[in-house]
């Protein structure tokens, strides 16, 4: 059973902006805390950024001032909005809980090239 769809991937220039979506059930999104993670080639999966269910926020330092992370309550719905994109950031982008506690989808990939 999937619990995590995310979208809105794709490539874009350094300095450029994207705004990923991740849909979940409404059990989830309105019980846990849930995060976005990234994964380059190569590299372990690590978190970027975690939206509680009050709405409290917190990032990974290497995102800080660039991204933010907000709820669509009516669409169970979590967006990470990740402005002046670096090539460091090209990675296939997954949500989940945080803590992990479901299965992963099929993440969405970024990429940041000229």
């Known amino acids: 059973q999937v619990q995590f769809v995310e979208s809105g991937g794709g490539l874009v220039q350094p300095g450029g902006s994207l705004r990923l979506s991740c849909a979940t059930s409404?059990?989830?999104?309105?019980?846990?805390?849930i995060g976005w993670y990234s994964q380059a080639p190569g590299k372990q999966r690590e978190f970027a950024a975690r939206?509680?269910?009050?709405?409290?926020?917190n990032f990974a330092d290497s995102v800080k001032g660039r991204f933010t992370i907000s709820r669509d309550n009516a669409k169970n719905t979590v967006y990470l909005q990740m402005n002046n994109l670096k090539p460091e950031d090209a990675a296939v982008y997954y949500c989940?809980?945080?803590?992990?506690?479901?299965?992963w989808g099929q993440g969405t990939q970024v990429t940041v090239s000229s």
């Open positions: 939206i509680a269910a009050d709405g409290d926020t």
């Open positions: 989940n809980t945080d803590p992990i506690l479901v299965a």
């Open positions: 409404r059990t989830i999104f309105n019980i846990y805390t």
